[in-house]
């Protein structure tokens, strides 16, 4: 493996770079969505079962004891009960419009990624067989020996750009897929909410 990546020219070296940087932002993005689930259909009952009584306090209350984005952004829109179903309503996308954002976090780069591993890779493979013909030119001959170390360069650059832009791609869109579900059910759960302490 570390005799491609020497084989591979100068652009395995940012390539490799852009594999670390999209691993550990990949981990990043488990661990953050992965605890923001933690608990939320948990929590959700909780304070269903105790808005539906009418405890709202006690609601707040298990939501100020809680961690996360769910926590957050149904505290908000709880703590406002009294003042109607607006002030809810603008509570609860108050506080979202924080915590969503926090989830995005780092996705527009992972996205980056991609698009550029593919692009280095590209360049690799321009590299190497501007190396090739260079070794055409030098020799003055067309022998394939000459030419088959810039043409290696040139495979192994492209394939590298594609086997870490295929993968971030997918993370990417299915970290995007886990956010876009997450907002849409928190949606839902504030809707109810509202709609149990301010009827009609």
Do not use: W
């Amino acid at each position: 493996m570390l005799n491609y990546f020497f084989r591979g020219g100068i652009m395995m070296y940012p390539l490799f770079l852009a594999s670390v940087l999209a691993l550990a932002i990949i981990i990043n993005k488990f661990q953050v969505l992965s605890r923001a689930r933690t608990g939320e259909r948990e929590l959700m009952g909780r304070i269903k079962g105790l808005v539906d009584q009418k405890r709202v306090e006690q609601a707040v209350a298990v939501c100020d004891n809680s961690k996360g984005a769910v926590a957050s952004i149904l505290r908000a829109g709880l703590s406002q009960h009294a003042k109607g179903q607006k002030a809810m309503e603008d509570a609860f996308e108050a506080q979202a419009s924080e915590e969503v954002p926090r989830l995005e976090s780092y996705l527009p780069a992972l996205a980056t990624i991609a698009a550029v591993s593919t692009l280095m890779g590209f360049t690799g493979t321009v590299i190497g067989m501007i190396r090739a013909f260079d070794s055409i030119a030098a020799a003055s001959a067309t022998s394939p020996a000459i030419v088959a170390s810039g043409i290696s360069e040139a495979l192994i650059t492209t394939a590298t750009g594609l086997l870490i832009a295929i993968p971030t791609l997918l993370f990417y869109r299915y970290f995007v897929h886990r956010v876009d579900r997450f907002v849409s059910e928190i949606e839902r759960y504030c809707k109810e909410l509202v709609r149990i302490l301010i009827p009609g």
